[in-house]
């Protein structure tokens, strides 16, 4: 397990800022986690299965489990 800056949760999902923390104010993508005073990271696989889940939801293979 590994925590990951926004920078690499941008190019890991093709994401901007903006529609990172918009979704996340839809609870439709992992919250980040505090980790050092003003410091957030999130959980690498949780993004993994942030995108897995819509690789599946876009294939018809399956209804994402929405939990973050």
């Known amino acids: 397990m ?3 800056r926004l920078n690499e949760v941008q190019e890991r999902v093709g994401l901007g800022r903006t ?3 918009k979704l996340i104010g839809e609870s ?4 980040p ?13 949780e993004i993994d299965e942030w995108m897995m889940d819509r690789i599946d939801e876009k ?6 489990n929405i939990r973050y």
């Open 28 to 31: 439709k993508f992992p919250k």
């Open 19 to 21: 529609s990172i923390y």
């Open 33 to 45: 986690v505090h980790i050092l005073g003003r410091n957030v990271a999130w959980v690498d696989s």
């Open 59 to 64: 294939r018809g293979l399956s209804v994402p």
């Open 2 to 4: 590994r925590f990951l």
